[in-house]
């Protein structure tokens, strides 16, 4: 079946440094792609998307960048704060609305 | 983007009752969906809610389990019927704003403990 999946169940960064946090999707009929912050006892927070016919999308200290070859999606955090700590969770859909979400990945900055 | 609450935030329930979950939108939106977070897990979509007809339910989600309302184009209803421990989860909604994005929205949730 279809499945997003994530590489690392955890990263642990150094504050001030830049995070990457890695993610698979097996649809390749997905065009349109999602990265999810989640804080314990919140809802997932929208952080950037990014459509199929885009390799990569800048935000404020974010960037995705999309490998539809490999079926890769990465989230890169610059100057990793101690507030970026919190789940982050790739989601992916093909024009339907309807979300897939991988595992997440749990950020944990080091001051 | 818009201001998505669920009410209640938390609830603690019984197994063998329902709880009904409401999520209320500050516009109208075009699509509304429901999600369920078990402890420690990711988001799994339990079924879309359309406005003025029966939800679409996802594989592994019925309608006598998960009865959905949505009466208009920015409030849905999810009941959770005939609860046992494994429905202890987290419930969220979700909306989509327009139909040029599809930039989906999370409330905040509702913690659900079923003893």
């Known amino acids: 079946g279809e499945s997003v999946g994530l590489h690392l169940p955890t990263l642990s960064v150094q504050e001030g440094d830049n995070s990457i946090i890695n993610c698979a999707y097996s649809?390749?009929?997905?065009?349109?792609f999602i990265w999810y912050k989640q804080e314990s006892g919140k809802g997932p927070q929208f952080i950037i998307d990014?459509?199929?016919?885009?390799d990569k999308r800048q935000g404020q200290r974010v960037t995705v960048l999309l490998n539809k070859t490999v079926k890769h999606l990465s989230l890169q955090i610059a100057a990793t704060q101690p507030g970026d700590s919190a789940v982050y969770f790739c989601?992916?859909?093909?024009?339907?609305?309807?979300?897939?979400f991988g595992q997440g990945t749990t950020l944990q900055v080091k001051p | 983007s818009a201001v998505i609450s669920q009410k209640p935030s938390r609830d603690i329930c019984q197994r063998g009752t329902s709880l009904t979950i409401q999520c209320q939108v500050d516009?109208?939106?075009?699509?509304m969906f429901w999600y369920r977070q078990q402890p420690g897990q990711s988001l799994t979509l339990i079924a879309t809610?359309?406005?003025?007809?029966?939800?679409?339910?996802e594989s592994g989600f019925v309608i006598d389990k998960f009865p959905i309302s949505r009466p208009n184009l920015t409030f849905s209803t999810l009941t959770v019927s005939n609860l046992s421990p494994e429905d202890s989860s987290i419930y969220l909604c979700?909306?989509?704003?327009?139909?040029?994005?599809?930039?989906?929205?999370f409330g905040p949730g509702t913690r659900l403990t079923v003893t």
């Open positions: 979700s909306v989509v704003l327009g139909t040029a994005t599809y930039e989906q929205y």
């Open positions: 649809n390749s009929a997905s065009d349109y």
């Open positions: 990014i459509r199929s016919n885009m």
């Open positions: 989601a992916e859909s093909s024009n339907t609305g309807k979300l897939i």
């Open positions: 516009s109208q939106v075009t699509m």
């Open positions: 809610a359309n406005q003025g007809s029966e939800a679409t339910y």
